[in-house]
């Protein structure tokens, strides 16, 4: 069965500090990995796309980054910001059949000044 | 461009009622689909589109209905509404079925089934 797991569930952090959160998968095979990051009370927001042949893609101060061959990624926040407490959801697409994607449970991620 | 819109943003029903939940989008999508998120769960797929007129089901269809009759409107329909559809509801769209195509979400709608 494809899975995602997200670590930790949960991270307290102080504002302008950095921090990593870690994405595992199961899911095979595999087309594509994705990174949302979701507000509280809105729809989750793209923030990478990564294939199989990207191990590191950035987005502002969001460095997401693949190992295909562990199934881990992970998402770099630098230099945070209020702003960026959120949810952050793994996504993995399947390489097979229809179109396919398996969602993480998130990580809650609190930027206290 | 308004991207993805959901009506309404809440939604109280009473256990047996019936409701649609109106999803629609001005990017010309062809693909469409609905998910529901629960507390310390991952989004799950309910049903989803590829086109105008084709509809398919997702991981957790049971309960609801869905149709396609026009690119830009993907409505969810509740037929006999039970407490388990207490949920927050998006609806998402992305400019193809293709594997990399990127999915764009509405803001939700949340339902409390008493």
């Known amino acids: 069965k494809n899975q995602v797991e997200q670590s930790p569930q949960s991270l307290i952090i102080l504002e302008g500090k950095n921090c990593t959160l870690q994405?595992?998968?199961?899911?095979?095979?595999?087309?594509?990995l994705r990174w949302y990051k979701q507000d509280t009370g809105r729809g989750p927001v793209s923030l990478t796309i990564?294939?199989?042949?990207?191990n590191t893609k950035s987005n502002g101060r969001y460095t997401a980054t693949l190992d295909a061959d562990t199934k881990q990624s992970s998402l770099h926040i630098t230099a945070s910001q209020l702003s960026d407490s959120a949810s952050y959801i793994c996504v993995v697409v399947s390489g097979a059949g229809s179109y396919q994607l398996t969602f993480g449970k998130g990580t809650k991620l609190s930027v206290i000044p | 461009n308004a991207g993805v819109t959901q009506t309404p943003k809440f939604q109280v029903l009473k256990t047996g009622q019936s409701m649609t939940l109106q999803c629609a989008q001005d990017m010309n999508h062809e693909y469409m689909s609905w998910y529901r998120q629960d507390p310390g769960m991952g989004l799950r797929l309910i049903h989803y589109s590829v086109g105008a007129g084709i509809t398919d089901q997702g991981e957790v269809p049971n309960g609801y209905n869905v149709s396609r009759s026009t690119t830009e409107d993907f409505p969810l329909r509740l037929l006999s509404a039970a407490p388990s559809q207490t949920s927050v509801y998006f609806c998402?769209?992305?400019?193809?079925?293709?594997?990399?195509?990127?999915?764009?979400f509405g803001p939700g709608t949340r339902l409390t089934v008493l």
């Open positions: 994405c595992n998968y199961t899911v095979s095979p595999f087309s594509n």
């Open positions: 990564m294939t199989f042949s990207e």
């Open positions: 998402a769209s992305s400019y193809s079925s293709g594997r990399t195509s990127e999915q764009f």
